[in-house]
């Protein structure tokens, strides 16, 4: 059985950073896309970023949304099975709740959120003034 768990969420100031994690266990870590989506108030979910591993390679593949480049990095540990989203200069527009999703296979764009087959509970991400 394939579980998506986020971590990292919290309350934190405009500028500031987080660090938010996505471990999935019982999904094969080489070759995979996870995303992570947002879902501010009173708003859809949209995609924030991803990474995306081919096994046939050596490298990955990553996407950030335009309002957050510069400013979020993903990483994968793929021994930990698990993906990182560093969150920096944070912004209030960065608020919401953050989903990690999970699917078999390399991706070239981050796609609809049915075309995801895992995801996990969510975080909260709040950016205060």
């Known amino acids: 059985e394939v579980q998506v768990v986020e971590s990292g969420g919290g309350l934190v100031q405009a500028g500031g950073s987080l660090r938010l994690s996505c471990a999935v266990s019982g999904f094969p870590f080489d070759d995979y896309t996870i995303a992570w989506f947002r879902q501010a108030p009173g708003k859809g979910r949209e995609g924030v970023s991803y990474i995306s591993s081919d096994d046939s390679t050596t490298y990955y593949t990553t996407y950030y949304t335009d309002s957050v480049k510069g400013r979020f990095a993903i990483s994968s540990d793929d021994a930990k099975n698990t993906v990182y989203l560093q969150m920096d200069s944070l912004k209030l527009e960065d608020t919401g709740v953050y989903y990690c999703?999970?699917?078999?296979?390399?991706?070239?764009?981050?796609?609809?959120?049915?075309?995801?087959?895992?995801w996990g509970q969510g975080t909260q991400v709040t950016v205060s003034s």
């Open positions: 999703a999970a699917e078999f296979g390399p991706r070239e764009s981050i796609g609809r959120l049915t075309e995801y087959d895992y």
